[in-house]
């Protein structure tokens, strides 16, 4: 009956902490998902849908800015930028989709910046960034003007698109080397593509990119998740000490069992 209740007992142990880091959603998690929707309605092309959401957002983020939320000078300043960009995006006639979407994403990636305790979206986007950089460098080496200029044009745009959230997350002097490094590619084209002193910037513009990257994207289990883990090892660790102690237990009562035949 006893080892049932001291079952029961780290049963509940197991499942308290779980409820302790169940909190509510947040109000910077709720802009964070104000913004989600917001891009997923420029996706279906849903504009006016998004301008609702982008609208609802500025509320949302001003009642909360309000109530004191420590949003640094330059977070603020990020935020206002990219979402004016958004809400340009989902109310400009003229734009294509694929802007809209590019300026709504920009936004989107900044929220969850802010947001985010681990690896932030941004980072994801490594794969398509680091690879037309790849095709930009090969076009490069070989004298492919046409292919070097339409990468390079790829590239910047999907700079462009993570830049403001990479501010958030990367310090300012790392961002300020890289950008100086993407201008001087940009501004300085025919001589990236005809001069081995062009195409050094380019191994250095990879590196300093991918080392970013790497940053980022080390493997960070979640908080919640390492109490967890440490949580299940102590109940663990607990349940082998009860079964040890039991064990130790019965056998010091068989003794003085064995001893009290002896004597009679």
């Known amino acids: 009956m006893r080892a049932r209740v001291f079952l029961l007992i780290l049963m509940i142990m197991a499942v308290a902490p779980l409820a302790v880091y169940a909190e509510p959603t947040s109000p910077i998690e709720k802009l964070d998902h104000i913004s989600d929707e917001a891009l997923l309605m420029v996706k279906l092309h849903r504009y006016e849908d998004a301008k609702k959401m982008l609208a609802h957002f500025s509320?949302?983020?001003?009642?909360?800015?309000?109530?004191?939320?420590?949003?640094?000078?330059?977070?603020?300043?990020?935020?206002t930028v990219a979402h004016n960009g958004a809400v340009q995006a989902a109310s400009s006639p003229d734009m294509t989709h694929e802007k809209r979407i590019n300026e709504v994403t920009k936004f989107r990636l900044v929220i969850d910046a802010i947001s985010s305790t681990?690896?932030?979206?941004?980072?994801?986007?490594?794969?398509?960034?680091?690879?037309?950089?790849?095709?930009?460098?090969?076009?490069?080496?070989?004298?492919?003007?046409?292919?070097?200029?339409s990468n390079l044009n790829s590239f910047l745009s999907l700079y462009q698109v993570i830049y403001p959230s990479m501010k958030i997350d990367v310090t300012p002097e790392r961002i300020q080397k890289l950008d100086a490094k993407v201008s001087f590619i940009d501004h300085y084209r025919p001589k990236v593509l005809s001069e081995a002193s062009g195409q050094k910037e380019l191994d250095a513009l990879q590196?300093?990119?991918?080392?970013?990257?790497?940053?980022?994207?080390?493997?960070?289990?979640?908080?919640?998740?390492?109490?967890?883990?440490?949580?299940?090892?102590?109940?663990i660790i607990l349940t082998l000490s009860y079964v040890g102690w039991r064990k130790y237990k019965g056998d010091r009562e068989m003794l003085k069992n064995r001893q009290k035949e002896r004597k009679n």
């Open 59 to 79: 509320d949302q983020f001003l009642e909360l800015a309000g109530k004191g939320k420590p949003f640094t000078m330059d977070e603020l300043r990020i935020i």
């Open 118 to 149: 681990h690896q932030p979206l941004w980072a994801e986007m490594e794969g398509p960034i680091m690879t037309v950089f790849g095709d930009l460098k090969k076009a490069a080496y070989i004298g492919d003007n046409q292919n070097f200029h």
């Open 207 to 235: 590196a300093d990119l991918q080392t970013i990257f790497d940053d980022m994207t080390e493997d960070e289990a979640d908080p919640s998740l390492w109490w967890v883990i440490i949580s299940t090892g102590s109940i």
